[in-house]
């Protein structure tokens, strides 16, 4: 690759373009509506706010082509660079031994064009690269490859897939059916209904709300099919032709619908997977495969996730397959005693003899809420059936249930820090919990072991 600073692809242009009107979208929007309607709804005021929207679109334009025009990359046998000369100007450059994966995204800009943006990432890098570089050609996307693999710049060719594994559209149409994302859109959707009361007056806000038990349950069953459906949506656009690919030793990930999105992945670190077995995907035998990578914990869900769906009995070959490093089996676990179950069962069950305790005297539902502490007690004994650990040949696997079924595995070499703890009552029992963490987001934590065990599995941890 030429050390000669170059520009980026012209699409850059647009590029930056539509990112100066989207970040100004929402004062564009209302100068053009208030020039417009402010005045009444009248053919000059029409073409007041179509011309406020042309100097919109055209004042974009110029800071896209000065985007352009005032950005240069290059590299260096020793490092990446990138030139930014618009407002001040700022230099970065990351060495060539720091690059630790290079990214790649196309939204419907770049695709219109035939271009991508380039993400080029070190180890401790977050949501974005180091260095973004909004719009690259084909032939520059070959030579970065290349040189992120350790080849000459004329290197023309990828490495050979070693294995290859793509999500079908029976099986995305099934992921999106079974996300069950409903924790993060429900309260989103609660948040807008109350900001729509918030927007009318006080009469207008009374009558939007229900005033029948069944207006209030069909309510919230609407709410419900409502975030059902986004969920949907959202996992079909992220999850849309995915495909995930094991190159030497980088996975590499593409995925997306309306932006495709190319991420490279470098086995040396990813620390532990998990597989998810949602509360929808649970009762087929379905899960979804999460890996902890180094410096991607800003990232959104949707980009640490390994592989969407799979059925139960193929994680262990897909492992094999494209991940034998952290390969293990999600069975013959070993459980935590069986004096333990009470320890299980009785914390929920009490939360839910006090909640229908204090919705028997607060509300009309009766005692029928005390069926609440038997309900929690139930699912207290469902998370003691699920407990499991093991630690053989260095790999440990720990399994776990709250409202999805998720089993960690991962080389106990590569966790962060591990303990063991008591609390006051599990010392009297002599009991302790034990946990493993491998990174931000995923700790595995099995609880009410036989303090033997416990302290057994926490020296060996600590001698692997």
Known sequence: MSPEPRRLHRAAIAVYAVSALREAALPLIVVVVVSGLGGGLDERALVRGLVFGVLGVLAASVIGYL????????VTPDAVHLRQRLIGIKETDVPLARIQSLDFEA????????????????????????????????????????????????APERPAAE????????????????????????????????????????????????????A?????IGLLIAAWLLSVAGAVVAFSGFTVTREADRLRIRRGLLARREATVPVERVRAVEVVEGVLRLPFQLAALRMEVIGHADEPAAAQTLFPLLRRDEVRPFLDALLPELADDLDGLEPP???????????????????????????PAGPWA???????????????????????????????????????????????????????????????????????????????????????????????
Do not use: C
């Open 337 to 363: 005693p069986r004096r333990a179950a009470r320890r299980y069962a009785l914390p929920p069950a009490s939360l839910g003899l006090v909640l229908g305790a204090a919705a028997w005297i607060l509300t």
């Open 67 to 74: 985007g352009w025009l005032t950005t240069t990359w290059w």
């Open 370 to 464: 005390l069926a609440a502490a038997p309900v929690l007690g139930g699912y207290g004994l469902l998370r003691f059936r699920a407990a499991g650990w093991r630690l053989a040949g260095g790999r440990l696997a720990v399994r776990r249930l709250m409202l999805a079924r998720t089993t960690v595995l991962g080389p106990a070499a590569l966790r962060e820090w591990h303990a063991i703890a008591q609390n006051p009552l599990q010392r009297r029992a002599r009991l302790a919990d034990v946990v493993v963490t491998f990174g931000k987001q995923t700790a595995a934590r099995v609880r009410h072991l036989e303090l033997t065990s416990a302290r057994g599995l926490f020296e060996r941890l600590g001698h692997d």
């Open 107 to 154: 939204g419907p800009v770049q695709r219109l064009f035939g271009v991508q943006e380039a993400h080029v990432q070190t180890g401790g890098g977050g949501k974005r690269g180091e260095i973004v570089l909004r719009a690259v050609g084909a032939d520059d996307i070959r030579d970065l490859r290349a040189l992120l693999a350790g080849h000459a710049a004329a």
């Open 216 to 220: 209030a349950v069909l309510g919230a």
């Open 163 to 214: 294995a290859e594994r793509r999500l079908g559209r029976p099986m995305l149409l099934v992921a999106a059916l079974t996300a069950g994302q409903l924790g993060v859109i429900l309260p989103a959707l609660a948040g807008a209904f109350q900001l729509v009361q918030s927007s009318v007056d006080e009469e207008d806000a009374l009558r939007l709300l229900p005033h029948t038990v069944m």
